[in-house]
């Protein structure tokens, strides 16, 4: 199994509350992702980062930050939790495997309620 | 963006093969096939890629049609534990580190004993 583990597993917090979710590779893999998955949505990608202190965003990123000041961490931050945001978040890693192609391997995920 | 199609769910019988089938029209020359699965309560898995020619590995084969513009995942004998829900993605490169999946709602394979 990949090396990436994922901090808190859940979490509860109140609406308008700071909220930082950590993704942490031990593969030293270039690549890394944050995706939600919300019923009946699949999964939606937030930010990504293709190395250290670069970063894009992804289809669903209004609400949220992240930050990669090593290879190894990606943060992902919502400034001010809204009962929206209550999902499932996934990181994931990749490496890069020749004219795009590669293998992305996911965390196991952690499940936030903002009530 | 980069959208597939897929059924909604579909079952099978253990020890059966599944054939699990994916459009994708608006694939580019470049774009490749990936497929992903997702077991209950957990992050998803790769299961398999191909860009043209069809794919073998130990989980899974990939068919993909000679226009690319649909693919079949195959799984040659379904156990319990392949109940899952399968996405059919195909990345798009837009260039230079911008490589990204888009991930549709799947397809859920229930597998009857």
């Known amino acids: 199994d990949a090396g990436i583990t994922q901090s808190p597993r859940h979490k509860v917090t109140e609406t308008g509350t700071p909220v930082t979710l950590r993704c942490h590779q031990t593969e030293n893999h270039r690549y890394m992702y944050w995706y939600r998955q919300d019923p009946g949505h699949g999964l939606r990608l937030i930010h990504y980062s293709y190395g250290v202190k670069d970063t894009d965003k992804g289809e669903v990123s209004d609400g949220y930050s992240v930050s990669r000041s090593k290879t190894e961490d990606f943060l992902l931050t919502l400034e001010s939790a809204t009962s929206s945001q209550t999902s499932v978040y996934f990181c994931?890693?990749?490496?890069?495997?020749?004219?795009?192609?590669?293998?992305?391997?996911f965390g196991p995920g952690t499940r936030l309620t903002v009530t | 963006d980069a959208k597939t199609t897929q059924p909604n769910s579909m079952e099978s019988n253990e020890e059966e093969p599944v054939h699990l089938p994916c459009n994708h029209s608006t694939i580019s020359g470049t774009d490749y096939i990936h497929w992903y699965r997702q077991l209950p309560s957990q992050g998803p898995e790769y299961v398999i890629h191909?860009?043209?020619s069809n794919v073998n590995n130990r989980m899974a084969s990939l068919a993909i049609a000679e226009d690319r513009k649909s693919s079949t995942l195959i799984l040659h004998r379904a156990t319990l534990r392949d109940a899952a829900v399968y996405y059919c993605i195909h990345g798009v490169n837009s260039g230079g580190s911008n490589y990204k999946l888009t991930f549709g709602k799947g397809t859920l394979l229930t597998v009857n004993p």
């Open positions: 191909g860009l043209t």
């Open positions: 994931a890693i990749s490496g890069w495997g020749g004219q795009g192609a590669y293998e992305q391997y």
